[in-house]
């Protein structure tokens, strides 16, 4: 049986990182936000929707969608953001379902499905076990500021537009503090391998 790790977190709290460490533990990695962008990408079924209704304004001379602009937008107003939601997140599914399938079929041991917002959409009915990367929230504003380029009011918008960390910890099977180096990170993931027994 593969077990699925649902990996989530708060915006900038170290998912990403985390996953770094999974791949090199060559465990196979399933990344809504890579998704997400891909089916926005021109020719893909989200583009058409979205930029059939927030306009072409969100467009770069080149045609793709200016995700900064975009993400301006909707982190700035709920109603567009449950829009979007709306508009991307079917198509986000379908795709991560699509490919725990062939996991699946594969008889791969482990999988980490690293979804955002995994708790907002329902997805832990998915997976086995939830592993919520957690941070404080001055840490996580000043990696987010700096990763991002963003002001202090863009990084605060984008935080308070999710669930608060405190709730995800919560609802996690596992949570995994990422306030000390990525080395720190990387000891405690590997510790929970070990107790997750793959
Ligand atoms: C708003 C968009 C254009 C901003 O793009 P940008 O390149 O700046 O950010 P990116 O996609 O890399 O996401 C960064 C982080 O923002 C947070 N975030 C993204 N979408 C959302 C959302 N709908 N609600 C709350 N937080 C979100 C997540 O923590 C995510 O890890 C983009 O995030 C998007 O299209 N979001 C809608 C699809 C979605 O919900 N994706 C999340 C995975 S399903
Ligand atoms: N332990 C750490 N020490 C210092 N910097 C870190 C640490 N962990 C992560 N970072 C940095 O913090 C930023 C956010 O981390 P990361 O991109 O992994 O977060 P994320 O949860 O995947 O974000 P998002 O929700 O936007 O996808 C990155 O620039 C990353 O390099």
Redesign the pocket.
Known sequence: MTYFLGLT??????????DEFFKKKKIPIIDS?LIAHKIMEIGQNGYKAVVDYFGTDILNDDQTINRRKLGGIVFNDKAKLKKLNELTHPLVHQEIKQQMARYRANQEKLVVIDV?LLFESGFESLCNGVLV?SITPELQIE??M??NAFTKKEAIARINNQMPLSEKEKRATYVVA?T???D??EKKLSDLLQEIGR
């Not at 977190?9 to 985390?18: E, F, H, L």
Request: overall charge positive; cysteine-free.
């Open positions: 977190g708060g915006i900038a709290s170290g998912k990403s990182t985390a936000d955002p990367i990696r987010l700096k990763r990422n000390g180096t990525i720190d990170l």
